[in-house]
């Protein structure tokens, strides 16, 4: 995702876990993000025209599994994500990479959550 705007990138790395949990045929997945922004985006809720085919990608998903639900969380429960985020932008790391290659911090973060 090659964006400055945050919403976009937001819409784009929920699109991305979308694409890979429908690849893995996971059918029932709950996704949190703390942009009420992307969140509202997803449910076709808001007119920014620069979104709007993120909802038209993201609908198609609904058909096929329809008990998936997104959800906004707060960012202050959503520490394991920031973390690593903060991780990966100081890396300029973009991409897939196996759990076990998390960083301790961020590993401590999601045993704790």
Excluded: R
């Amino acid at each position: 995702m090659n964006s400055s705007d945050p919403a976009i990138v937001e819409c784009g790395a929920l699109h991305l876990a979308s694409k890979l949990a429908a690849e893995c045929g996971w059918t029932k997945v709950a996704f949190e993000s703390d942009s009420a922004t992307a969140i509202s985006a997803i449910y076709c809720e808001n007119n920014l025209w620069k979104l709007e085919g993120f909802c038209d990608s993201m609908s198609k998903f609904w058909n096929d599994f329809p008990l998936w639900s997104f959800c906004y969380v707060n960012k202050t429960a959503n520490n394991a994500a920031h973390l690593l985020t903060q991780w990966c932008v100081s890396l300029q790391f973009c991409g897939q990479f196996p759990c076990n290659g998390l960083p301790l911090l961020v590993q401590e973060s999601l045993v704790l959550a």
